[in-house]
């Protein structure tokens, strides 16, 4: 008796799913295709979602920029500049765009990650401007990268940084390194989806900004450094990079300085941007 | 086939491809297949793992192009009409193709917003969908702590927030238990009723009997047949007999008897008391049981199967289909493109 009204009631809760799931097919109406923004725009409320869930995330742009400003500051200060608070000034912008630059990479492994799973697939499958998962991944990433110069140089403010360029000099820093580390995000986007595995990129990206961050002009003034160093130094990206904030926050700041920085991030995003799209177009 | 084509219009058809080709290094992955999928139809495929099943769904999805060969899907170009063809067709991949860090109502709402729905209208539409699916109480989980079945709801939901005309399911039901897999194929009965086409890949015999109208068998890329599963079975024989007899002693004097009442050849297997035999005419058994009973020959356990993948696989290759770990190198890239999911 008991099962056979079981049975009935399966039967009967089958049927009333076919019948919801009827009804939701019969809304047969399309919404007008989005534009390039609003896709992007959706994505980038995919990435802030998943830092809501994950928010150990964040520890690159808050516990990272802490440690490194009070780890080189208080470690080489004295030995470079003579006191801790010279050094500052200087270390300030320097430090700013390595830690910056450091965690745009991380914009590589994220990516990494979604390839190995099938959403992307169903996003690749969806009749939507294609770069768009990538721009609002970008975009979110700009996010982040403010959060940390945020907090960097207002611990910076603490100990001692001064500044002379003003609130809008450093505002206008941020924002050029923001500009720079979107663009080089790109190389990483390009990284991310050719490398087999996160642990790969995370060695490659390592081989790459470990030399181009150190052999440049954030710890040291580049005129103590033997000749032919000193060449790589002035043609390396990052010391363009870091002379400009350096300008921008101290009011001494020129444009031909900012010049060389976007003509460096627009060097490097015409060549990466198509790339990435090229291979996650034909991706297998 | 032909006669198929003949009487049908290109209009009347959701896929037509010809001679698609997808190479992999030096393996041919998909080894030129042609289809032909009437609209408002399920169409099965059916193949072992790295037969060419998930290769061909892909690039009929517009994920993979392909190497040579041409296809239309709803009257547009593959290749030429991409964009056009994304717009029409949904697919839903052998590995969940949700976000797993999200919530159910997220994700829906995350794909209605993407295709162009206001921001209302896409979380009424996610509310609707986890409704008809079953899922509203795990609307708010994250889908990592979904079960397999929930997953695989959730993830055909997702590729009906827009009804699509065309629906890939690439191996829906394969690891989900008896009940889940009803469960999908009450959804792909009701997406069919509802009027859209449904191309599914499976390497279960059983359940593209079930669903399919038409179902083609795939092995190292190429087609070995095609047809109805009525068709099919009639070229394979409508199933597997086995008996089983208490005493392994009567063996021979069983065989005799099964070979003249079933009129086909009689199977004795390493296990001393059983034998086996492709029937083509289920009626005959009977009589072949009853033909046993009166020789004095105890029978403990008899079964008539349908036939299962590998039988088919037998008859129409010769060879057992490849199984997962019998396979392997036999056709190495898909392989491992489905283990790096």
Not at chain 2, 33 to 58: E, H, I, Q, S
Not at chain 2, 301 to 330: C, H, I, K, M, N
Request: no cysteine; aromatic share 6%; glycine share 8%.
């Amino acid at each position: 008796m008991m099962n056979s009204a079981n049975h009935a009631k399966a039967a009967q809760t089958q049927l009333n799913t076919n019948e919801k799931i009827k009804d939701v097919l019969a809304v047969r109406t399309r919404p007008k295709r989005p534009n390039g923004i609003r896709t992007s725009l959706t994505f980038g409320w995919r990435a802030l979602l998943k830092i809501k869930y994950v928010p150990e995330q964040l520890l690159d742009v808050t516990a990272f920029p802490i440690m490194f400003l009070l780890m080189f500051t208080y470690l080489f200060g004295g030995a470079i500049a003579g006191s801790t608070s010279d050094y500052l000034q200087f270390l300030l912008p320097g430090i700013l765009v390595m830690t910056v630059v450091t965690i745009t990479m991380y914009t590589g492994v994220e990516l990494n990650n979604d390839i190995t799973k099938g959403i992307f697939d169903r996003f690749r499958s969806l009749p939507i401007w294609r770069p768009s998962v990538l721009v609002g991944m970008l975009l979110v990433d700009a996010v982040r990268y403010t959060v940390a110069s945020i907090i960097m140089i207002t611990l910076g403010l603490i100990m001692g940084f001064r500044p002379d360029g003003g609130a809008l000099g450093v505002i206008g820093a941020v924002g050029l390194l923001i500009l720079f580390s979107f663009s080089l995000s790109w190389i990483w986007t390009t990284l991310g989806l050719t490398l087999r595995s996160e642990k790969s990129l995370m060695g490659v990206s390592m081989l790459v900004l470990f030399p181009l961050t150190f052999v440049s002009n954030v710890y040291v003034d580049p005129e103590t450094l033997p000749s032919w160093l000193q060449a790589f130094v002035e043609v390396n990206p990052i010391s363009i990079l870091v002379t400009a904030i350096r300008g921008l926050m101290h009011g001494t700041g020129t444009i031909e300085q900012v010049g060389w920085v976007f003509l460096a991030s627009a060097i490097i995003t015409v060549i990466f941007a198509p790339l990435t799209m090229y291979i996650y177009r034909n991706k297998k | 086939m032909d006669s198929t084509n003949d009487v049908r219009g290109a209009a009347d058809l959701a896929i037509e491809a010809k001679g698609l080709v997808k190479e992999f290094g030096n393996n041919r992955a998909v080894d030129g297949v042609d289809l032909v999928v009437p609209k408002g139809t399920v169409y099965g495929f059916l193949g072992p793992n790295g037969a060419g099943k998930t290769t061909t769904v892909r690039m009929l999805a517009t994920l993979l192009r392909p190497d040579e060969g041409s296809a239309k899907i709803l009257g547009h170009d593959l290749v030429n009409e991409a964009e056009k063809v994304r717009g029409k067709v949904s697919l839903t991949g052998q590995f969940a193709s949700v976000d797993e860090d999200l919530t159910g109502l997220e994700n829906l709402i995350l794909i209605g917003r993407l295709l162009g729905y206001s921001r209302r209208a896409a979380m009424n539409r996610a509310n609707e969908l986890l409704e008809a699916f079953s899922l509203e109480d795990a609307a708010k989980r994250q889908v990592k702590n979904y079960s397999g079945g929930m997953r695989r709801r959730l993830d055909i939901a997702a590729s009906i927030v827009v009804t699509p005309e065309l629906l890939f399911l690439d191996e829906p039901t394969t690891g989900l238990d008896p009940r889940s897999r009803n469960q999908v194929w009450e959804i792909v009965r009701a997406l069919v009723d509802g009027g859209t086409t449904v191309l599914l890949t499976t390497q279960y015999l059983d359940e593209a009997d079930q669903l399919a109208d038409r179902i083609a068998v795939i092995d190292h890329g190429r087609l070995i047949a095609e047809g109805t599963s009525g068709e099919l079975k009639a070229s394979v024989g409508s199933g597997t007999f086995h008996v089983r007899l208490l005493d392994p002693e009567k063996r021979q004097q069983a065989e005799q008897i099964l070979a003249v009442k079933l009129h086909v050849p009689i199977h004795l297997s390493t296990d001393q008391t059983a034998l086996s035999a492709q029937i083509s005419d289920t009626k005959l058994v009977a009589d072949a049981l009853g033909e046993l009973a009166d020789a004095n020959i105890t029978v403990t356990d008899f079964s008539l199967g349908q036939p299962s993948l590998d039988e088919v696989f037998l008859t129409l290759t010769g060879r057992p289909a490849d199984a997962v770990d019998g396979g392997a190198g036999e056709n190495p890239a898909e392989k491992n493109e489905a283990g790096e999911k």
